[in-house]
């Protein structure tokens, strides 16, 4: 399918998991503009197993339905190397969700086997200037795992996403202070997209309120800001009886878009990338850090202090990412 008369090279984009819930949310808005700026066509890559290929196929039916301008082509594959072949973008959201009662590390050994083999393919055949945003769960560790196994692809190019919980937090924060969001500025996600995760809201400016002020209130603090944040992919769980799916796909968007067009001045994102180390975070985990990009890739903000509270929960969450490390070590798959 091509869409003639578009200005600008195409920017090829690859999502795995293509026919699943988030791929079903996400693809029409990658499609629509709104990933990578209303001037950049894309033409989309969906990676599927066999068994999602026919799914995957209707999806594209759908997209070539909504005659969206910028889509200048769409193919299917369930090869990762054919699926890989010269991306420029690669969303790795293809892997299984978790049930109810499940810790997303109990996905490691089920959905650390793709990402050993996406990474190969990726070293492969992707372009020189591939961005990977990895989103299937365990997200930060099977980041770890693609990153390990594309020793040619710098490893800032791999991701693991957090935007979602910092959504997430930004969302808590404005009900909490009864301010609009866009009001909130500088709040930053630690460590793992799982529960051990630390919102952290003692930099933020809260809409000219430091957000220290509203830390203060350890009960609402801990009992109440910290667990809605980190439980959350649970709570909609336990509600939709389906892991969330829209407002991943929307954390994704805004994840890519910030990193290849920018963030805000004055504000910063979160976004798990590959430690150097910085907070005392061991090099090589990928953790989630504050980041800003002038469109050149992520930077950690550095300089930030921290008090006994902050420290001890970025820690906590770091021991859980050596022991996801670890794990995956054990299994051969780094
Ligand atoms: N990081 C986050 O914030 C976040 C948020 C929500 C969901 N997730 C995770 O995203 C993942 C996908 O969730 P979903 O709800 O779309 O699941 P889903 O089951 O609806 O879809 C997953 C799709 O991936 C496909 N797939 C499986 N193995 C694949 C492979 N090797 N290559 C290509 N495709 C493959 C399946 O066929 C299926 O179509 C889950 O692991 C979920 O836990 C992460
Ligand atoms: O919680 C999950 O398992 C899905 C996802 O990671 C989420 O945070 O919503």
Redesign the pocket.
């Known amino acids: 399918m091509t869409t003639p008369g578009a200005a600008k090279t195409p920017v090829n984009v690859t999502v ?2 293509a ?5 079903y949310a996400l693809l029409f808005r990658i499609a629509s503009g709104a990933m990578l700026g209303p001037d950049t066509p894309v033409r989309l890559r969906l ?3 066999p ?2 290929v026919k ?1 995957a196929e209707g999806t594209a039916m759908e997209l070539a339905d909504c005659a969206f301008p910028l889509l200048a082509g769409i193919d299917i594959h369930d090869d990762p190397r054919a699926g890989f072949d010269g991306a420029n973008v690669a969303l790795l ?6 049930g109810p009662g499940m810790e ?1 590390a109990d ?1 490691l050994e089920a ?1 650390g086997g ?1 990402f050993k083999p996406q990474g190969e393919a990726i070293n492969a055949v992707a372009a020189d200037d591939v961005k990977v945003l990895v ?3 365990p ?1 930060n560790t099977n980041a770890l795992i693609a990153a390990s196994n594309a020793p040619d692809v710098p490893k800032d190019r791999f991701t ?2 957090t935007r ?2 910092h959504n997430r937090a930004l969302s808590q924060l404005s009900a909490r202070a009864d301010v609009p969001v866009s009001a909130i500025r500088r709040v930053t996600i630690w460590g793992n ?1 799982s529960a051990s995760q630390y919102p952290d809201i003692f930099h933020a400016d809260v809409a000219g309120r430091p957000g220290a002020e509203l830390a203060a209130d350890e009960s609402w603090l801990l009992e109440d800001f910290v667990p809605t944040v980190a439980k959350r ?1 649970a709570a909609i769980i336990a509600a939709r009886g ?4 829209a407002s ?1 796909a929307s ?1 994704a968007i805004d994840h890519v878009r910030d990193w290849v067009l920018g963030t805000p001045a004055g504000d910063w994102t979160s976004a798990g990338i590959w430690s150097d180390g910085s907070y005392g975070v061991p090099e090589g985990l990928v953790s989630s850090f504050p980041v800003t990009s002038a469109g050149d890739g992520w930077q950690i903000v550095q300089g930030l202090e921290h008090g006994e509270l902050s420290r001890a929960r970025i820690d906590a969450s770091v021991a859980e990412l050596v022991e996801e490390r670890d794990a995956v070590r054990a299994l051969g798959l780094i």
């Open positions: 795995t998991g026919a699943g819930q988030i791929g990676l599927e197993i068994q999602g799914a959201v293809g892997a299984r969700p978790r997303r996905l959905n793709i989103v299937g769960n997200a693991a996403m979602l919980d997209h992919g389906a892991s969330s799916a991943a954390g």
